[in-house]
């Protein structure tokens, strides 16, 4: 385990498991916090020995969403110097969401609890959501007259469709896990007692392949709605040429053909 105190760390059998550790705040982002989580996604991207990750917290809640403490420091800033403070902090909190959501692994979000504002949208930044039985979304923005700013306004349509999107920002009404599942909030859910070894389970089965064509292909899929066909099948065939190269591919291929070979 990683030495941090708001988040915890643990690396085994080439799964990351990140833990927000928060739980009498049932894991409202602090500032503090929010270093510490950049910190951790920038050693598990860069870490070739660590195939996957698992996003989950501590305690009752996932992630309770921004710290309401630092939105009332915020507010008394003096009155010049409020929006460019807020603009800094947007650029740290894009700066997280584009690390989880660039990742070059799989990532997976075990939400045990209630995932509220910039928590819904931090499981979204996942490339699959878990949930828990006792875990629930909303998108309380609303309630503190801000909007989604952890990538929510882009992750949400994607999974739900726009008006059905609009609606839980409108209203930042809860959704249970059942419903979240029917939604396609949640790609699965899961057992109270089970997530944990559920989502490690599921990332190893999501990281057993190529590395280098794991990698490729999430960059490529990630940009797949915002760009034309056209530069979808060049930028893949970009990355197959650098699969054609790959360690992997090239054992891969050998073994098979060695297997045959020896059966002939």
Same mark, same amino acid.
């Given at each position: 385990?990683?030495?941090?105190? @708001?988040?915890?760390? *643990?690396?085994?059998?080439?799964?990351? @498991?990140?833990?927000?550790?928060?739980? $009498? *705040? &049932?894991?409202?982002?602090?500032?503090?916090? &929010?270093?510490?989580?950049? $910190?951790?996604?920038?050693?598990?991207?860069?870490?070739?020995?660590?195939?996957?990750?698992?996003?989950?917290?501590?305690?009752?809640?996932?992630?309770?969403?921004? $710290?309401?403490?630092?939105?009332?420091?915020?507010?008394?800033?003096?009155?010049?110097?409020?929006?460019?403070?807020?603009?800094?902090?947007?650029?740290?909190?894009?700066?997280?969401?584009?690390?989880?959501?660039?990742?070059?692994?799989?990532?997976?979000?075990?939400?045990?609890?209630?995932?509220?504002? @910039?928590?819904?949208?931090?499981?979204?930044?996942?490339?699959?959501?878990?949930?828990?039985?006792?875990?629930?979304?909303?998108?309380?923005?609303?309630? &503190?007259? @801000?909007?989604?700013?952890?990538?929510?306004?882009?992750?949400l349509p994607r999974r739900v469709g726009l008006p059905a999107a609009k609606e839980l920002v409108f209203t930042g009404r809860k959704v249970e896990a059942q419903e979240a599942a029917a939604l396609g909030i949640a790609d699965r859910l899961s057992k109270p007692e089970a997530l944990i070894d559920d989502a490690l389970s599921w990332a190893a089965q999501l990281s057993q392949g190529s590395a280098t064509a794991i990698a490729l292909g999430k960059s490529?899929?990630?940009?797949?709605?915002?760009?034309?066909?056209?530069?979808?099948?060049?930028?893949?065939?970009?990355?197959?040429?650098?699969?054609?190269?790959?360690?992997?591919? &090239? $054992?891969?291929?050998?073994?098979?053909?060695?297997?045959?070979?020896? *059966?002939?």
């Amino acid at each position: 385990m990683d030495n941090y105190s @708001l988040i915890e760390l *643990k690396i085994e059998s080439g799964i990351a @498991l990140l833990t927000f550790n928060r739980p $009498d *705040k &049932r894991n409202a982002m602090s500032d503090d916090m &929010r270093s510490e989580f950049i $910190d951790a996604l920038e050693r598990v991207a860069a870490d070739k020995a660590i195939r996957a990750l698992v996003l989950t917290g501590n305690g009752k809640g996932f992630c309770a969403g921004g $710290d309401v403490a630092g939105m009332q420091r915020r507010m008394e800033a003096p009155i010049g110097e409020v929006g460019f403070n807020g603009w800094s902090r947007q650029q740290r909190v894009h700066y997280t969401v584009k690390l989880l959501h660039t990742m070059p692994k799989p990532t997976i979000a075990a939400v045990n609890g209630a995932a509220a504002g @910039l928590g819904a949208d931090t499981a979204l930044c996942c490339d699959f959501v878990l949930a828990s039985e006792a875990a629930s979304f909303s998108w309380s923005y609303i309630n &503190r007259g @801000l909007i989604p700013d952890g990538g929510g306004m882009y992750f949400l349509p994607r999974r739900v469709g726009l008006p059905a999107a609009k609606e839980l920002v409108f209203t930042g009404r809860k959704v249970e896990a059942q419903e979240a599942a029917a939604l396609g909030i949640a790609d699965r859910l899961s057992k109270p007692e089970a997530l944990i070894d559920d989502a490690l389970s599921w990332a190893a089965q999501l990281s057993q392949g190529s590395a280098t064509a794991i990698a490729l292909g999430k960059s490529i899929m990630n940009q797949s709605f915002e760009l034309p066909a056209d530069q979808v099948f060049a930028q893949g065939s970009q990355a197959q040429g650098i699969c054609y190269t790959s360690t992997e591919h &090239r $054992d891969s291929v050998l073994a098979f053909l060695n297997k045959t070979a020896s *059966k002939a």
